[in-house]
C-alpha cells in the first residue's frame, strides 16, 4: 500500500486499510524513539509549516517529527509571507512546491487548505482548519487504539460545541468502526454535511447528536471534549451560558462505563469545558495523547513522501 504524493485534508481521505498502516507505523515510530533507532526516512526533505493562528502542539509535534526522522522543518508565521499582504494560496503554492517536499497549513476557511493542495505539487497536510482537525484525530485514534487494543465496540462521546475536532471525529470513528455521539445544544451541533458523510461510512445509527449529556455519556468508554471558544470564533457569553451544561466533570464521568477514558486535544479552558478534577485524575488521557500527536505524525509523514507499507 503506498499513500505517496496525496494530501491529508480531511479524516474521509483514508480508507480504513490506510487507517490502520498509518496507525501501525505510528506505533513503529514510538517504539524505535523509545529504543534511540529511529531510521532518517525524511533525509534531505524538507517540510514547510505555515501557521495562520497559533498553535504550541501542532507546530512543536510536527517540526520534532521532522528532525527526528532526519527532515528539516521550515516553519512561517503567515503574518510574515506575502500571503498576509495578498499573494494567493495558490501561487504560495506553486512556489513552495519548488523548495520543499511536503507542505502543512493550519488556517481558517477549509477551502484555502483545498485550493493549497490542488495547486502544490508536493502533499499538503491540514493542520486544522476551521472545519476539521485530521491530525489531531490521527493522534486519538492511535490513543484510544494503545489503550483499548482496537475500536471494535468503542462507544465514543464529544461533550460541547460541534467544532473542527468535533468534525474530524464523527469521520475518524466512522472509519475505525466506533459509535459517535456528540452532546451539543441546538446551535452548536457540528458539520451537517461532515455527519452525513461519517453516517454513509459507518451506517445511521453509529453516528448520533443528542441534546442531554447525560443521556450521551451514559456507557461511553472514550469522552471528549473541547474548548468552548475555538480561534476565530467571538468569545460571547451566551456560548458560555449555552454550553455551561455541556461540561466535562466528575459528575458526568461517574455515569460513563467504569473503565472510561477522558480526552481532550489541548489547549483546555481548566473550569469550562472541563474541571482540573477530570483533566488531571486517573481517567485522563491528555498527555499520552499529546504526545501521539508527534508520532501520528512522524508516520503521515513518512508514508505521504513514498514510504511502502
Ligand atoms: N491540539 C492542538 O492542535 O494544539 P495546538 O493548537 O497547540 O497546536
Ligand atoms: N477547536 C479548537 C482546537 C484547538 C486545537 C480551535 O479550533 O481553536
Known sequence: MSLKGRDFLSMA???AGELVALLDRA?????????GRVRPSLQGKLVALIFQKPSTRTRVSFEAAV????????????????????ETISDTGRVLSRYVHAITLRTFAHREVEELAEAAEVPVINALTDLEHPCQVLADLFTIRERFGGFSGIKLTYLGDG?????SLALGCALAGMTFTAASPPGYEPDEAILGKARSMAGEG??????DPREAVSGAHVLYTDVWVSMGQGDEARRHRDLRPYQLNRELLELADPDA???HCLPAHRGQEITDEVLDGPCSLVWDQAENRMHAQAALLCLLMGEEV
Open 163 to 167: 467544532n473542527n475536532v468535533a468534525n
Open 261 to 263: 477514558v477522558v480526552m
Open 13 to 15: 481521505d483514508l480508507e
Open 67 to 86: 528532525r527526528h526522522l532526519g527532515g528539516h522543518p521550515i516553519n512561517m508565521n503567515a503574518t510574515e509571507m506575502q500571503l498576509g499582504r495578498g
Open 206 to 211: 453509529a453516528v448520533r447528536v443528542v441534546q
Open 27 to 35: 506505533a513503529e515510530f514510538k517504539r524505535a524513539l523509545r529504543e
